[in-house]
């Protein structure tokens, strides 16, 4: 049997886990640190996910920053969020939304699952024939507190200017889709708040932007 010796091991950030981690002072000729912040952003999520829980919020607007007036983004970012949902252990809402949109809060485009759902609001008056509330296999909370969180490792966030807002204490990182359109009369942006981006890709017609407040 033929062995292969590896000339050269390249690492960009080093594990972290009190058990995983040491490996790499086994083997010789490492270079460490190669791209270090890329690699940081990108494992974020992870990191965020084993040492407690990873919280994303996820919001969708238009270029001129209005989310409000039917659908704002592209099929190909919807499916995109479905592919998140899919995934996620729970998904918070506001309740504003609920009763406004209506909406399923599933991941039907992707032939998923569908997560969990927090209702974050005051009054737990609803609309029983809301579609969310029927799905199998699917527990709905309504709950004027974000509590219910620390029971979930993986937890994405839907909403506007109100739910960001709240949510500003457990959230790791922001997810925006950008449509290349106009026309709405509500932003997202009602107060200040300083990013840094950690990864921008196209996603169909619109532009998705992976971000950080500046202050973590």
Same mark, same amino acid.
């Given at each position: 049997m033929k062995v292969l010796a590896?000339?050269?091991?390249?690492?960009?950030?080093?594990?972290?886990?009190?058990?995983? !981690? #040491?490996? @790499?002072?086994?083997?010789?000729?490492?270079?460490? #640190?190669?791209?270090?912040?890329?690699c940081d952003?990108?494992?974020?999520?992870? +990191? !965020?996910?084993? +040492?407690?829980?990873?919280?994303?919020?996820?919001?969708?607007?238009?270029?001129?920053?209005?989310?409000?007036?039917? $659908?704002?983004?592209?099929?190909?970012?919807r499916r995109n969020v479905h @592919? $998140?949902?899919d995934v996620c252990d729970l998904?918070?809402? #506001?309740?504003?939304?609920?009763?406004?949109d209506r909406p399923i809060l599933d991941s039907r485009l992707v032939e998923g699952t569908a997560p969990d759902i927090l209702?974050?609001?005051r009054?737990?008056?609803?609309? +029983?024939?809301?579609?969310?509330?029927?799905?199998? #296999? +699917?527990?709905?909370?309504v709950e004027d507190n974000l509590e219910r969180a620390q029971a979930y490792k993986n937890i994405l966030i839907e909403g506007g200017p109100s739910l960001f807002k709240a949510t500003r204490s457990i959230v790791d990182c922001y997810v925006s889709f950008t449509a290349p359109s106009s026309g709405g009369t509500i932003p997202f !942006?009602?107060?200040?708040?300083?990013f840094e981006f950690l990864h921008v890709e196209q996603i169909g017609s619109d532009v998705k932007m992976w971000l950080r407040k500046k202050d973590e």
């Open positions: 590896l000339e050269r091991v390249i690492i960009g950030s080093l594990d972290t886990h009190a058990v995983a !981690a #040491g490996g @790499a002072k086994h083997l010789n000729n490492v270079s460490v #640190g190669v791209c270090k912040e890329a952003a990108l494992l974020l999520p992870f +990191r !965020a996910w084993q +040492r407690d829980r990873f919280v994303l919020f996820k919001w969708a607007q238009r270029l001129d920053g209005t989310i409000d007036g039917g $659908m704002v983004s592209s099929l190909d970012s @592919a $998140m949902r998904l918070i809402i #506001g309740g504003n939304t609920v009763r406004e209702i974050y609001s009054s737990k008056v609803f609309d +029983r024939t809301i579609a969310l509330f029927h799905i199998r #296999g +699917r527990q709905v909370f !942006a009602n107060e200040t708040a300083d």
